[in-house]
């Protein structure tokens, strides 16, 4: 039955996952040219200055900051806009199979395909940042992304209980909690700047269990 | 079973963004600016000094033992931090205790640093630069190369982002020399060529001893100086000034300050304290201000609610000292009210430049809102779970305000 | 004799709003259930109940024993539902949706759904978004029939069909259902489909069960009664026991009851109201519908 849910999952998911594939192609390529760009702009010495004292790359490598976002606002409006639209999700929660089941594996098939594409950006700045810069650069701008991939899967989390809830009411302040929490993974403006990453995680950690409520109020007969 | 958990999840990342937010908010409403006087010493009258700005352009001058000053008085009896004002009134006197004041003489005989909580260990990327201490040239020039330290020393050509083989070796060889030991630990220097000159870098190596580390015509010049290896260090600071007194700086992690004396590495204990404890410097809290001034020095400790001026000698003999206190954060009216509003507040931003999830508990004053939450949650809320009291018991009004939006569904 | 499905006092409230009133009904297996009424008479309200999408305020529903907002997985198995304006994974195609449905049922008749949708002549990988209601409504009851349960549910099944879908459908429903010992629970605001199908009826009004017995029963022994007296106009009223509905149209007075001829010209006598020319005008199964419901 799992195989059936990644089934139907991959059918609304594909065209995204592709699309977001080549963003993440795009996106890279962005930042080679911005990288090379400033390199020959600013000669290579004084480019490093920049990079290593103004954090530059995290300019260079805006996208990266964003597309994770759009890549969990993507997948969980994807997956679950065409569940809720005409209460078509009454078929879902219908299956043989339980409410619990179904919506933790939708939203953990969901992650698993968010988390193939952050880890396909991830490689790839990897192999871009490599080019031009020593370890110790490398190493500061990927642990800076370790953020901006939390903050793309608490959206995913997030707009996907959104989405689950039936009331409009609920939708709105659930809407103000999203913001907020997700503009906690946004907040640096240098390298490597966060400490106690595990309450970060954490806090991502607990959110697929919000779907259960959504998923509980629907089949209570919520308006 | 799972319902009921999903449900207090929610409640909980309720309770995190009210948290986050809410204080913040209140303070930004309600917090309102507070005069804090400015304290200065002056060498004219040996008298602390003060001008208090209030708002509208309004500024108060006056000394601690009750005189008011006009600008222009004011002015005058600092003249070390005015003299450019002065010397175009044509006030600036003469002399003070044998010094002759001019705007070069006080700009070439003064000099000033100061240590705040995040230049300490701001998040940074452990590549530096090493200029060439013997330039040819008027001003410092841009290397063409930059170095990691760690385990060995090694330049990095940016151009080909590949170690360059036969450098790294030499100044391998000269640290080893030295009897540096590797690896290194703490690597301070000042990458900057907005400087004079340039005296490298100061690093702690694997036994805690100090070395510098310079480029003379190209060569490696590794000096153990030779400074006790048994000082706590927290954070060593290097400044390139023509006085040549000192090199820098090294912060203790029990808040002292040295300067590093170019004379033979020596080291000058800073005062931190003055004469008790009271307002001591913890540099995790407070700003520190060194001053070197032609016939004196200050050091100002700046927080919450005070400021601490202790006025020593060219020799650092004690004179005098004065602290100007104020109503500190805590015990101003809107953050009373906050602190009996909500119970805690969580935030992201620390002094130290970093980003950390931190909570601050406002034990006891916060038991007056967790009360009324409870209380509200008693009387106009209907039968509710269990948890729900004791969350609201341990998160007060950001727990009712989370159990109250998300309704309970049996 | 078993129930498949028995609400007992079933009662709901939308907000203040009462729309279920202490309902009743048991549903025996491998009969025909309908239920008829008029918008906002609680239709919709029971059959989510059923369905296990609304909880009732107050009183339950059991279907094969278990109650309805928390069935099973393996109860849910053996129930087909058939939601309002046939609802499908719009975004699957025809055979996507075979495939994906195939893997929850271990009796999985694919045939059933193959025979149907090799009628519409439409590739296998149409989508089923593209599809007009009609040809959709194929796809569902294809997979209602495929997933072969015990007990079907179907709101509303007739809403948006073209009377030739419709006979389609009916004729369907009735053949799998007759041979196979299936029980079913439908909605619908079409009276002739129901009255050919349907075993047990009931018909609901606002916040009242209005009748529970065959349309037979129905047909035979519900009376419409029309005379010409401006007197009688307000004093004549429904009440449950005599007269079920009146209708006034300047001094022509309709009155719809249960009762015979006699009965009803001895109770106008006894309220003081002459109908010398009182007669009976027969109804169709529908006038007798909205007679019974009104028109309002």
């Not at chain 2, 050091?299 to 650092?316: A, P, Q």
């Not at chain 3, 009826?201 to 009664?225: A, C, D, S, V, W």
């Amino acid at each position: 039955m799992l195989k059936a849910i990644l089934y139907k999952e991959w059918i609304k998911l594909r065209w995204g996952l592709l699309v977001i594939a080549g963003l993440t192609v795009l996106s890279l390529a962005y930042s080679i040219g911005m990288i090379n760009y400033y390199i020959e702009f600013q000669g290579a010495f004084s480019n490093w200055m920049y990079v290593i004292g103004k954090s530059l790359l995290l300019k260079n490598i805006v996208f990266v900051k964003i597309l994770p976002l759009i890549t969990g606002l993507a997948f969980a409006l994807l997956q679950f806009v065409p569940e809720m639209a005409g209460n078509r999700m009454r078929l879902s929660y219908h299956l043989p199979i339980s409410e619990k089941r179904l919506l933790l594996s939708s939203v953990g098939i969901g992650f698993m395909f968010l988390l193939a594409e952050i880890l396909f950006l991830f490689f790839g700045l990897w192999l871009v940042v490599s080019i031009n810069y020593p370890a110790e650069v490398v190493q500061k701008a990927l642990m800076s992304t370790l953020p901006w991939f939390l903050g793309g899967s608490a959206i995913y989390f997030l707009i996907s209980f959104i989405i689950l809830e039936p009331s409009w009411t609920y939708r709105i302040i659930y809407g103000i909690v999203a913001y907020g929490l997700t503009d906690l993974y946004f907040r640096a403006s240098t390298y490597d700047q966060y400490q106690t990453l595990w309450a970060f995680i954490l806090i991502v950690a607990v959110m697929p269990l919000t779907v259960m409520y959504s998923g509980h109020r629907f089949r209570r007969g919520i308006k | 079973m799972l319902n009921k958990l999903s449900r207090y999840v929610i409640v909980l990342l309720i309770v995190v963004v009210s948290a986050l937010y809410l204080p913040d908010f209140f303070s930004v409403l309600f917090d309102k600016k507070i005069d804090t006087p400015r304290i200065d010493y002056s060498a004219v009258i040996n008298e602390f000094v003060y001008h208090n700005y209030h708002g509208m352009g309004q500024i108060d001058y006056g000394d601690i033992a009750g005189n008011t000053y006009s600008e222009r008085e004011y002015f005058q009896l600092l003249p070390f931090s005015y003299y450019a004002t002065l010397e175009k009134w044509q006030q600036l006197p003469e002399e003070i205790e044998g010094f002759e004041l001019s705007s070069k003489s006080i700009r070439k005989n003064s000099q000033f640093f100061r240590i705040q909580t995040k230049d300490i260990n701001p998040p940074s990327v452990p590549i530096y630069i090493l200029f060439e201490a013997e330039s040819d040239y008027a001003q410092l020039r841009v290397p063409d190369d930059v170095f990691r330290l760690d385990n060995k020393i090694e330049f990095i050509d940016p151009v080909t982002n590949s170690v360059i083989e036969e450098k790294s070796e030499r100044f391998q060889q000269a640290m080893l020399d030295a009897g540096f030991q590797f690896p290194a630990d703490i690597v301070a220097g000042n990458p900057t060529n907005r400087k004079p000159f340039d005296e490298g870098y100061f690093i702690t190596d694997a036994n805690d001893d100090i070395f510098q580390l310079k480029m003379i015509k190209g060569e490696p010049e590794c000096i153990k100086t030779g400074i006790d290896p048994g000082l706590d260090i927290r954070q060593i600071f290097v400044s390139e000034n023509l006085r040549k007194e000192f090199y820098g700086w090294i912060l203790t992690e029990d808040n002292k300050v040295y300067l590093i004396m170019y004379d033979g590495y020596k080291l000058k204990e800073v005062p931190t304290r003055g004469k008790d404890d009271k307002y001591a410097y913890d540099a995790d809290e407070m700003t520190f201000r060194f001053y070197t001034y032609p016939v004196n020095r200050h050091i100002r400790i700046s927080g919450d609610g005070f400021t601490k001026m202790i006025v020593v000698s060219n020799d650092f003999e004690y004179i005098d000292e004065h602290v100007e206190t104020w109503t500190p954060y805590d015990k101003r009216t809107a953050s009373i009210v906050k602190q009996f509003l909500f119970p805690f507040e969580l935030s992201t931003y620390t002094p130290e430049k970093y980003i950390r999830l931190q909570m601050d508990y406002y034990w006891p004053r916060n038991l007056a809102g967790i009360g009324l939450s409870l209380l509200a949650l008693v009387l106009f809320s209907r039968r509710r779970p269990w948890l729900d009291y004791v969350i609201v018991l341990l998160t007060g009004v950001f727990g009712l305000i989370g159990v109250l939006l998300v309704r309970h569904e049996d | 004799m078993e129930h498949v499905i028995e609400c007992k006092n079933l009662t709901h409230y939308y907000g203040n709003n009462l729309v279920l009133n202490d309902l009743n009904l048991k549903v025996e297996r491998g009969r025909i259930f309908g239920i008829l009424g008029k918008n906002g008479t609680g239709k919709t309200t029971t059959i989510n109940i059923l369905m296990g999408f609304l909880r009732p305020t107050r009183g339950k529903c059991l279907v094969f024993g278990e109650e309805s907002h928390n069935l099973s997985p393996a109860t849910r198995q053996k129930i087909g539902l058939l939601h309002e304006g046939h609802l499908a994974y719009d975004f699957m195609t025809i055979k996507q949706v075979e495939h994906f449905y195939s893997q929850f049922f271990p009796g999985w008749k694919a045939d059933y759904y193959w025979d149907l949708i090799g009628k519409l002549g439409l590739s296998d990988n149409h989508k089923i978004r593209n599809m007009s209601c009609g040809q959709r409504s194929q796809v569902v009851l294809g997979l209602i029939f495929a997933q072969d349960p015990e007990l079907l549910i179907l709101d509303d099944y007739s809403m948006g069909l073209d009377p030739g879908y419709r006979a389609l459908f009916i004729d369907y429903l009735q053949e799998y259902v007759h041979e196979k010992n299936k029980t079913v629970f439908l909605t619908s605001h079409i009276i002739q489909d129901v009255e050919k199908v349907v075993d047990d009826t009931i018909i609901m009004g606002y916040q009242k069960l209005l009748l529970k017995m065959p349309l037979e029963t129905l047909k035979e022994n519900f009376h419409r009664f029309e005379f010409r007296n401006p007197r009688a106009i307000g004093v004549v009223k429904s009440d449950d026991d005599m007269i079920s509905n009146v209708e006034y149209v300047n001094d022509k007075i309709t009155i719809y009851s249960f009762k015979p001829l006699k009965e009803i010209v001895a109770y106008l006598k006894k309220l003081g109201i002459s109908a010398d020319d009182i007669k009976e005008i027969p109804m169709t199964l529908e006038e007798a519908f909205i007679g019974l419901t009104g028109k309002y």
